[in-house]
Each structure stands twice: as structure tokens, then as C-alpha cells.
């Protein structure tokens, strides 16, 4: 049975009505060393499948690390503040795009992996699970590691699991494990011009 994202404990509040799952989701750093299920882990990927893409080119890819081995090759590119915690999750996903097409450059494959990856974390969350985004990576060595072709632009880690109990973080982490906040609507969406605000 698919678990509803875990409820936030703080005042996460919408200024409009949107699916709780959005303000439910958020990016700890504390992990379950906890197996996630393979019908479970593949349907975050099945979601990601169905982003809309420009010109339906479908330029992502995910490299998928869910065995310790796979997961040690992962752990020798993630720099080490985030290795400290990232090395508990039980999947890790590197997202790649293809920036060149047969017709030439594709301008749009970085904002076509972005909604990739939300259609995936957004699933993820429907599922229970955590997700989150690090770009702290050595990009050269992933490249030289997993045998990434040139014309696949590296995007960013991936980490996918159960949340944990903060406890298992550094002290200094153990402040930031919590839901943050966002900016105002008023701050984000304008209408007409550059910071015209909507009356």
C-alpha cells in the first residue's frame, strides 16, 4: 500500500490550496539503513519517466546505485561533508542530460532533467520515502567513474530512502534537519514585467 507523505511539524502553510504532499515533502540528511522495496524504488523512476520534455526528447538519464558495491563507486565521488550522511541512504541516483541531439545543440535538456527529478522526488514522497538533492559532487571523477559520455552533461546526486532519526547526524547538521520555509508567492510571481507584483 502506498504511504502518504510524512507530515511536517512545523508551520509549512500554503497561502493557497495546493496537494499537502508539496509542502509535506522536504530534504532530510538522516537515512534508514532500510532497503526500499524494487516495485517502489523503480515507480519513483516510472514518474520521472512521464515529465514533459522540449520537442519530447527525453534527455535524462538516471544511474541507479542500490548495492553496496554500486553504492562504494557513488561514495568516491560525493564530497566529503555530504558522504557523512549520504552514505546511509540505501539508493543513490545521478542524473545526467543529453545536451547534444543529432540536430545539434539541445538548449533545454538542463530544465528537462529539473522536472525529471521533481516528478521523481514528488512520487517519492507519495511513497513515504525522502529524497535529496546534492549537487556536492566531484562531477570529473562521477564522469570517469560511471563511464559517463561526453555529451551527457552531469546534473546532480540524487539520494533516495527512508527518513531517519536525526540523532545519526553530526551536531552541526542535527540544527539544519528540519522543513525550511519558502519565499512568499509575492516574491516569486509577477505579472506583466519583471518584479511587477500581482495587485
Known amino acids: 500500500m502506498v504511504q502518504t507523505a510524512t507530515k511536517?511539524?512545523?508551520n509549512r502553510k500554503a497561502e493557497y490550496p495546493i496537494d499537502p504532499v508539496f509542502t509535506n515533502r522536504w530534504s532530510p540528511r538522516a537515512f534508514l539503513d532500510k532497503e526500499v522495496p524494487e516495485e517502489i524504488l523503480l515507480s519513483v523512476f516510472e514518474a520521472?519517466?512521464?515529465a514533459p520534455s522540449g520537442f519530447n526528447i527525453q534527455p535524462w538519464r538516471f544511474i541507479l546505485a542500490r548495492t553496496e558495491e554500486n553504492r562504494e563507486l557513488f561514495h568516491s565521488f560525493i564530497l566529503?561533508?555530504?558522504l557523512t550522511w549520504c552514505k546511509n541512504?540505501?539508493?543513490l541516483a545521478l542524473i545526467v542530460s543529453e545536451s547534444e541531439t543529432e540536430q545539434g545543440p539541445n538548449e533545454y535538456h538542463t530544465?528537462?532533467?529539473g522536472t525529471a527529478s521533481g516528478y521523481l522526488e514528488i512520487q517519492a514522497a507519495k511513497h513515504g520515502l525522502s529524497t535529496?538533492?546534492?549537487g556536492g559532487i566531484d562531477r570529473d571523477k562521477?564522469?570517469?567513474v560511471l563511464q559517463i559520455p561526453e555529451k551527457f552533461q552531469i546534473q546532480n546526486l540524487?539520494?533516495?530512502?527512508?527518513?531517519g532519526d536525526k540523532e545519526t547526524l553530526p551536531e552541526i547538521l542535527q540544527e539544519r534537519e528540519q522543513p525550511n520555509a519558502r519565499r512568499p508567492l509575492n516574491e516569486i510571481l509577477f505579472e506583466g514585467k519583471f518584479n511587477q507584483k500581482i495587485d
Open 80 to 82: 566529503p561533508n555530504n
Open 142 to 144: 562521477a564522469r570517469e
Open 89 to 91: 541512504a540505501p539508493a
Open 8 to 10: 511536517v511539524e512545523n
Open 111 to 113: 530544465f528537462d532533467a
Open 48 to 50: 520521472a519517466r512521464w
Open 132 to 134: 535529496h538533492v546534492v
Open 158 to 163: 540524487i539520494v533516495i530512502g527512508y527518513r
